[in-house]
């Protein structure tokens, strides 16, 4: 572990644990090696209820200078953690391997798309023009009523709970996404480590703690509390000091922090991305063109990282007349595969349940194609498994829409591409949905793409959804019961978006106002300026 000693201590504040580890006879719990079933030291002692009260204490103080550090501040200190990052990443890595069972050449790249992703929100919050600054200037004269001096810009919310996510202990869990934008935005964060990678968790918030440190951050900037469930999560959400939740994982956990963010006295915004299938349509032309690629490309996808990703192409529709040499390409790919290992043992046993009910209990399914070996190396692993049905069946039997989570897919088959629209238009909100197509199906894509974009928060063109670009136009959301919110992304710039909230100041002196909105434009920023986008001075 590169000399770093573990604690299984709580993270708060600047970096100094407020806890020691809670040893046997204490509640508490241990990562589990999912390819040894190896107990891993240290024991991680679950928060009390003393410690979130303090972290929401400490996060509602910071708040208020947070709200008022300028945008290269907030990039400085973005840029200080994916620092702090680099640093440790052996160590990181390395701990991620043994508690997640995950390819080291993976946790890499994670790391290296955290950094990234870090590094671009710095630039976001340097720049400024995110906040989405409006001036209508005052209009004395105007009759029959005059017109006051309006301006309008997005402001922090305040603490923000994020919650880690199980198949991305980098990209998606302390130093990930959502930490990312909130600090970008100017908001604390409180992260609930995902119990299946404490240790992870503990050296990446370890790094933000040193940064904050370092930089001279109020200590209730960040905070990492440890849960073997539910109920530190719980306390954090229904805590009056948070004003936002951030959730990536299980439609069933996702939901029950809706309800809880929902039903406090002042309800807050829980931004919750859930399970999504993410359908893929391939057309006539498209399939008579290439079905051999299709289905090599389609075997890739939905068993990349052991079906684990949320854009994994969980059904794909295919016409009835789809050539043999789509079924064997299918077949052979998967027949040759062995079982593979999974995030935990719970995760693994929850899909072989998943797998087994399809095969049960929907008679009009069939399998086609399973993993032919079983890796004995692996505790907590799938079988690879492909499935089919008819359209009749699929659209009878809503359950086969939802999703399994693992390295299962389900291939429907459709006679006529004008049921495929209709098919569509009912779907439940996805992520994702991929059209694969050519020119000779030029005809039918412009009802199925009005369709689907209705229904998915991002279209794939004659490709496949698994991978998500961490870039300025990225949509990672989609309809409920995708996520929460449709109307927000949890991947891309426009994310930060998710924490803040538009406040207007009316005929406020300008030397109060935020730099933002000041006449002289101190900042240089992009503005709306009497509906015209303008860098320049009112002066």
């Avoid at 930490?179 to 240790?199: E, F, M, S």
């Avoid at 499935?387 to 399994?404: C, D, F, G, N, Q």
Wanted: net charge negative; with cysteine.
């Amino acid at each position: 572990m590169s000399g770093i000693e573990m604690t299984g201590a709580a993270v708060m504040g600047m970096g100094k644990p407020v806890r020691s580890i809670q040893r046997a006879g204490e509640s508490g719990f241990w990562a589990v090696n999912p390819m040894t079933g190896e107990m891993l030291e240290p024991k991680y002692g679950c928060a009390t209820d003393a410690e979130v009260a303090e972290a929401a204490t400490r996060a509602g103080e910071a708040a208020w200078a947070m709200a008022v550090s300028s945008g290269e501040m907030r990039a400085e200190l973005l840029r200080k953690i994916a620092e702090k990052l680099l640093s440790a990443q052996e160590a990181i890595v390395q701990r991620a391997h043994l508690e997640t069972g995950l390819p080291l050449a993976r946790l890499n790249g994670e790391m290296g798309r955290t950094v990234g992703q870090l590094r671009l929100f710095a630039d976001v919050a340097a720049d400024g023009s995110w906040v989405d600054a409006r001036i209508d200037t005052a209009q004395p004269e105007r009759t029959p009523i005059p017109r006051p001096a309006v301006r309008s810009m997005l402001r922090p919310l305040g603490p923000v709970v994020v919650f880690g996510a199980s198949n991305f202990p980098l990209a998606f869990s302390v130093a990930g996404g959502d930490t990312a934008a909130a600090l970008a935005a100017g908001c604390p964060v409180i992260v609930k480590a995902h119990p299946a990678h404490p240790g992870t968790s503990e050296l990446v918030g370890r790094a933000i703690c040193e940064a904050t440190s370092e930089l001279g951050w109020p200590e209730g900037t960040f905070a990492l509390l440890f849960d073997s469930g539910m109920a530190v999560g719980a306390a954090l959400v229904q805590h009056p000091l948070v004003q936002a939740v951030a959730f990536t994982g299980s439609t069933a956990g996702g939901q029950a922090l809706m309800k809880l963010a929902a039903s406090r006295p002042e309800p807050i915004p829980c931004f919750a991305e859930m399970g999504s299938s993410n359908p893929v349509f391939v057309l006539p032309g498209a399939m008579e063109a290439r079905a051999g690629a299709i289905a090599g490309g389609l075997a890739t996808s939905f068993t990349l990282g052991s079906g684990q990703f949320c854009t994994k192409p969980g059904v794909v529709f295919v016409t009835k007349s789809t050539p043999e040499s789509f079924w064997e390409t299918l077949r052979a790919a998967v027949g040759g595969m062995a079982s593979m290992g999974m995030l935990t043992a719970g995760i693994a046993a929850r899909y072989r349940q998943g797998v087994d009910a399809r095969k049960r209990g929907a008679h009009g399914v069939e399998t086609f194609a399973e993993a032919a070996r079983t890796d004995e190396s692996q505790i907590a692993a799938g079988a690879p498994t492909l499935m089919k049905t008819t359209l009749e069946h699929y659209v009878s039997t809503p359950e086969l829409e939802e999703e399994i989570f693992g390295p299962t897919m389900l291939v429907v088959e459709y006679a006529t591409v004008e049921e495929l629209t209709w098919v569509a238009q009912g779907l439940r909100g996805h992520l994702t949905t991929t059209i694969h197509a050519e020119e000779a199906d030029g005809e039918f894509v412009a009802g199925l793409l009005a369709a689907l974009e209705r229904r998915a928060g991002r279209v794939v063109w004659n490709s496949y959804p698994t991978g998500v670009e961490v870039c300025h136009a990225m949509v990672h959301g989609g309809p409920f019961p995708a996520t929460s919110d449709s109307r927000f992304t949890s991947v891309g710039t426009a994310s930060i978006l998710r924490f803040a909230r538009p406040v207007c100041f009316q005929d406020v002196p300008d030397g109060w106002l935020p730099k933002e909105l000041q006449g002289s434009n101190p900042l240089g920023m992009e503005r709306i300026v009497n509906g015209r986008r303008t860098r320049e001075s009112l002066e």
